[in-house]
């Protein structure tokens, strides 16, 4: 079983749809959870942390489920600037390595 | 803002040869790392760096593979006798700590001919 894994898509959606992407983990002794998001070519940039209570930021939530070693995504009302690959990622309790999902790609049309 | 930079941000290599990869960290964070993203792939741990040890490194850090911090400002990542699929993107990381936040640079790419 892989580390962290996700959906590839991509997801093609239009202008203001909701769009949600799933990620699940297979180490249970993981601490910390991350969503970041990679234009092509660019590097990693954190989109947001995931924390068990859930949280939002905007049109982006994001929802933690440790008994299930499951992590999503949400995101409403999509922008064509949103349109870039989603990386789920997983950091462990020691030295804070972050393991890296595959990444799911959106493309939000007009 | 501050941010991490990384130089060059391409460099084009023959099979054999020696490359170094450099990476200015934000100037307060403590803790390194390097990590590398074949093209199409998942971005993929190569090593930590912390208190100008190595703290932790994965199987694809071999002995073809160093880091150091010379200066107190540079962390450099060495590759010796580079091969073909050692082409790819290498990302600097740096964090104040372990909870906050990591910074990435925008990366190196290397493409080795």
């Known amino acids: 079983r892989k580390e962290v894994e996700q959906d590839p898509g991509p997801f093609n959606v239009p202008e203001g749809a909701t769009v949600a992407f799933n990620c699940t983990y297979s180490n249970s002794a993981s601490q910390s959870f991350f969503w970041y998001r990679q234009d092509c070519r660019k590097e990693p940039k954190l989109l947001m942390s995931v924390y068990s209570s859930g949280n939002e930021d905007g049109r982006f939530t994001a929802q933690l489920n440790r008994a299930s070693q499951y992590i999503s995504l949400l995101i409403r009302d999509s922008k064509l600037s949103d349109s870039a690959t989603y990386l789920c990622?997983?950091?462990?309790?020691?030295?804070?390595?972050?393991?890296f999902g595959g990444g799911t790609r959106l493309m939000v049309k007009p | 803002e501050p941010e991490v930079t990384q130089t060059p941000s391409h460099q084009v290599t023959q099979m054999g040869q020696e490359v170094i990869l450099r990476c200015v960290p934000i100037?307060?964070?403590?803790?390194f790392y390097w990590y590398r993203q074949i093209l199409g792939q998942k971005v993929e741990f190569l090593v930590s760096?912390?208190?100008?040890?190595?703290?932790?490194k994965s199987e694809i850090f071999d002995d073809q593979f160093s880091v150091e911090r010379p200066d107190g400002s540079n962390f450099t990542l060495k590759i010796r006798s580079t091969k073909l699929e050692d082409s790819a993107m290498y990302f600097c990381a740096s964090y104040r700590d372990p909870d906050t936040e990591a910074f990435f640079g925008q990366g190196t790419r290397l493409t080795v001919v």
């Open positions: 760096f912390y208190n100008n040890e190595i703290s932790e």
């Open positions: 990622v997983v950091a462990r309790p020691a030295g804070n390595m972050l393991t």
């Open positions: 100037s307060n964070h403590l803790y």
